[in-house]
């Protein structure tokens, strides 16, 4: 069974940073490729960010380029998503989540995904 976990969300003031963490279990995230997503109330769920599981490719959409990263740490298990400059706008629910392939996370076309932690973006 495919578990993920994320964590590292919170409030923060416009213009700052979180480092979100996604920590997976019963399963290597060696062999999928990771994506976030968010989902914010009353919105559809918009992907921000895809990491491959080969090469280490990323995919950003416009929202987000140049303000987030995504990394993976597979000694640990763990994928990671650097976001900074963050305004009001980025507030919602953020979820980690695995797929089969690349190609795959640009749809969102996931296989299994965590809780979400929130991020709230505030003054």
């Known amino acids: 069974q495919l578990q993920l976990v994320e964590s590292g969300g919170g409030l923060v003031q416009p213009g700052g940073s979180l480092r979100l963490s996604c920590a997976a279990s019963?399963?290597?995230?060696?062999?999928?490729?990771i994506g976030w997503f968010r989902q914010a109330p009353g919105k559809e769920r918009e992907g921000v960010s895809c990491i491959s599981s080969s090469d280490g490719s990323t995919y950003y959409p416009d929202s987000v380029k140049g303000r987030f990263t995504i990394s993976r740490d597979n000694a640990k298990n763990t994928v990671y998503l650097e976001m900074s400059s963050l305004n009001p706008e980025d507030a919602a629910v953020y979820y980690c989540?695995?797929?089969?392939?690349?190609?795959?996370?640009?749809?969102?076309?996931?296989?299994?995904w965590g809780q979400g932690t929130q991020v709230t973006v505030s003054s």
């Open positions: 019963g399963f290597t995230l060696d062999y999928y490729a």
């Open positions: 989540a695995a797929a089969s392939s690349f190609s795959l996370c640009l749809f969102m076309n996931f296989r299994s």
